[in-house]
Structure formats: C-alpha cells, structure tokens
C-alpha cells in the first residue's frame, strides 16, 4: 500500500477576475473553484487517476476540515486523516486575473503531541511492502524536526519512502537514505545558491543530494526537461514532452504528478528509468490541464517519448 502524508493539507479557493488585481479594489469572480489540495493529497489525487490504491494522511480540524475529507472522498481516494480540535485546515486562496496569480496561504490547525502521536502509531504499522510519501510545508504547530520523527518510526523497517518538501527540511533528512527525493528546483537553486541555467550547478545540485544520502533524485528544470540521477550514479537527461496544442493552464500539482507517474509505472515494471520517464510524462500533463491531469493524458504523453 502507498501511503501519503500532507503535514498542512488545504483547501484551494481558486478565483478567476477579469480585472487586473489592485490592493485595495473590491472585484467580482468570473469563476471560483474549491480543490482539495496538497502534495501528499495531489499525490494520492493522481494516483487514483492511474488506478492505482493509495491512503491519504494528515490532519484536518474545523468546517473546511470537513469539506477537504468529504472533497477527498469524491476524488476516490482512501482517507486516514486524524481530526484535532483546535484551529481549522487551512484555505488558501488564489486570485487570477489576466496577467498573475496572487496566492495567499493560511495558517493551519494547532496540532498537539497526542494527535501527532496518533499519526506516528498508524506509520509504525507500515511494512516493508509498503511506501510512504511525505510532502510539503511543516506548519508552525508542528515540530520542524516532524520528517526525522516519521523516519524513526520507520525504524527497522525496509519501507520505501519518498520526499518532496523545502531543501532545509530535506537536508536533515537525507541521512535516512530516502528511495527518491524530488526538489523544487528554485528552492534548491536558493538553496545551494546555484545557476541551474548551467547544466554543471545542475550536476553539482544532484552531486550534493546523493553525497548526503539520497538514493535516487529527479529533479525537473520545467520546460528544459529533468535530470534524473539513479543511486549508481548516473545520471539520466529526460527532454519535456510537447503535446500537440497544449496550453499552461495550471501549474499547480505537476511536481506532484511526477511522483505519482513514477510510482505507477515503478510498481508495475521496477524499471528506475522507465519509472523516471512516466514521471515526466505525468507532471507535463498537470502542467498543461485544469487541475489534476487524467490517465489518458499522462499516457497520451508518455507515448510521445519513447525509451532511454
């Protein structure tokens, strides 16, 4: 079984206006949509789409907690998540208008040690058969240390688990040898204070996460294509593929596609590189679709690509 955990899960209030956004002004939406939202939630999201089983985990509180579950619900998608009494799951809002997108992100609920305890005895009941996923943000109320707390739970056992969050909290997790880390690649760049326009900072980057103890990385420069780098190693270029009159429409969850593609792919043909591929394939369907890309997108892409 494929776990995800979202330490801060949302709700997306997206908001389209047809008026460029000025502080102070008061608009009318030409529309508006409410998404659950999320990493290791887009994750479980897009895994769905592939067929493929997943349980969602976090922690939720309030009415918007009780929408992000009934939301989450609809998408078919399997739910562990632990309620907490105090605050409510955050809402962030994103206004577009014709030139930008403003976001604007919420706080989040005020999680206590017995809640987070709660957690931690459904990750101390994973196998070595099962992967975990964790992503995101670590809210204030949360130990920032959380990701080497999950990691210890895991002690003993074999189970795969991937990362997607903020370089300071992925460096201090990286001693645990991680099976796969995907970086946001501004935030490395900052990071490392890097130039990932030379391909050899983009080596260096790659260099750094496997010196201090990650398995396999991929790491996508957006439209210049990902580098993916194997725990032998090498390291793999993986071109972004074009489908035929696509569009940005919406960015939001192509990281998180990667790393359901890769997981889809990985569990049906163990194949690094072939897993890698149907990455990209998926986060360039995210890119380019309203929301989370649907299988027949993803696969539409990866037919475009051929083989390493």
Excluded at 164 to 175: K, R, V
Aim: charged share 25%; hydrophobic share 40%.
């Amino acid at each position: 079984m494929i776990y995800t955990v979202t330490t801060s899960p949302t709700l997306d209030l997206i908001m389209d206006i047809n008026d460029p956004l000025i502080s102070g002004g008061a608009y009318r939406a030409s529309h508006e949509e409410l998404r659950p939202g999320g990493k290791g939630i887009n994750i479980s999201i897009m895994l769905c789409h592939l067929g493929i089983t997943s349980t969602a985990l976090g922690f939720v509180a309030g009415f918007s907690g009780d929408e992000l579950m009934r939301l989450t619900a609809a998408s078919g998608i399997q739910t562990g998540f632990i309620r907490v009494r105090r605050g409510r799951t955050r809402i962030n809002l994103r206004i577009k208008d014709h030139q930008k997108e403003t976001r604007i992100n919420g706080l989040g609920p005020a999680v206590t040690a017995q809640d987070l305890e709660y957690l931690l005895r459904k990750l101390k009941s994973l196998t070595d058969d099962d992967i975990l996923v964790l992503g995101g943000i670590v809210p204030p109320t949360l130990p920032q240390d959380i990701f080497k707390t999950f990691f210890k739970a895991l002690e003993g056992k074999k189970t795969k688990v991937i990362i997607d969050t903020s370089p300071e909290f992925l460096e201090a997790i990286l001693e645990f040898q991680p099976f796969l880390v995907k970086p946001d690649k501004l935030e490395l760049a900052n990071y490392l204070k890097l130039d990932f326009t030379k391909e050899e900072d983009v080596f260096k980057a790659l260099d750094y996460l496997k010196d201090k103890g990650a398995q396999n990385i991929l790491l996508s420069i957006g439209k210049r294509g990902t580098y993916f780098m194997t725990s032998d190693e090498k390291i793999t270029y993986i071109a972004s593929p074009k489908a035929e009159n696509a569009v940005n429409l919406d960015k939001t969850g192509a990281g998180d596609s990667m790393i359901a593609g890769f997981l889809f792919d990985y569990l049906e043909t163990a194949n690094l590189k072939s897993a890698a591929l149907m990455a990209v394939a998926a986060g360039s369907a995210t890119a380019t679709a309203i929301g989370i890309a649907s299988k027949d997108e993803v696969l539409q892409l990866r037919s475009l690509m051929g083989n390493l």
